[in-house]
T-cell receptor, first 111, second 115 residues
Framework: QKEVEQDPGPLSVPEGAIVSLNCTYS??????FMWYRQYSRKGPELLMY????GNKEDGRFTAQVDKSSKYISLFIRDSQPSDSATYLC???????????FGTGTRLQVFP | DSGVTQTPKHLITATGQRVTLRCSPR?????VYWYQQSLDQGLQFLIQ???????AKGNILERFSAQQFPDLHSELNLSSLELGDSALYFC??????????????FGNGTRLTVT
């Protein structure tokens, strides 16, 4: 079993939809959680960063962490075609430990 | 643009060969990380250098080696290449030695195809 599981998709939604992207993990020591966005033929870029449990909001993006369920989510409101990319979750047990990445979910937002 | 430069963008080579991938970090960044990305495994951490010294090691094969030079650029050497080494190889950099208050800045990767 992988430490971090992520549905590869693709997830195809119409413009304006609310998108929910999710990851599950097995290591209860993880407490730093990140979401990266990767456009085709580009490197990943950091979208959101959260520590421990709870929610964090940044514009149209909301990151949620449920440590009791070992489950994290990224919500995208009012999705745009420019949001079409692969979204990778990443997590670590400490702020100096190596990041463990999910395999990524490919999102397509059509006009 | 992340400011991290990787060369070459594409590399096609045969099994058993040796290749060198190059990375120039963002100006001012002292740490360089190497990652391998394949479809089934996702992003796998290989190795980290900080200011010329190896800082952390991940799932790096013995056939692979890396170094960081005094000007802070880094090279990843892959030898005795196998078909399974075909993947995207990413370099990332950060200012400090670690810590995720400072995000990783990724280059656009080198796509390696081993035939």
């Amino acid at each position: 079993q992988k430490e971090v599981e992520q549905d590869p998709g693709p997830l195809s939604v119409p413009e304006g939809a609310i998108v929910s992207l999710n990851c599950t993990y097995s290591n209860s020591a993880f407490q730093y959680f990140m979401w990266y966005r990767q456009y085709s033929r580009k490197g990943p870029e950091l979208l959101m960063y959260t520590y421990s449990s709870g929610n964090k909001e940044d514009g149209r993006f909301t990151a949620q962490v449920d440590k009791s369920s070992k489950y994290i989510s990224l919500f995208i409101r009012d999705s745009q075609p420019s949001d079409s990319a692969t979204y990778l979750c990443a997590m670590s047990a400490s702020d100096t430990d190596k990041l463990i990445f999910g395999t990524g979910t490919r999102l397509q937002v059509f006009p | 643009d992340s400011g991290v430069t990787q060369t070459p963008k594409h590399l096609i080579t045969a099994t058993g060969q040796r290749v060198t991938l190059r990375c120039s970090p963002r100006s001012g960044d002292l740490s360089v990380y190497w990652y391998q990305q394949s479809l089934d495994q996702g992003l796998q951490f290989l190795i980290q250098y900080y200011n010329g010294e190896e800082r952390a090691k991940g799932n790096i094969l013995e056939r692979f080696s890396a170094q960081q030079f005094p000007d802070l650029h880094s090279e990843l050497n892959l030898s005795s290449l196998e078909l399974g080494d075909s993947a995207l190889y990413f370099c990332a950099s950060t200012q400090g030695a670690g810590g995720y208050n400072s995000p990783l800045h990724f280059g656009n990767g080198t796509r390696l195809t081993v035939t």
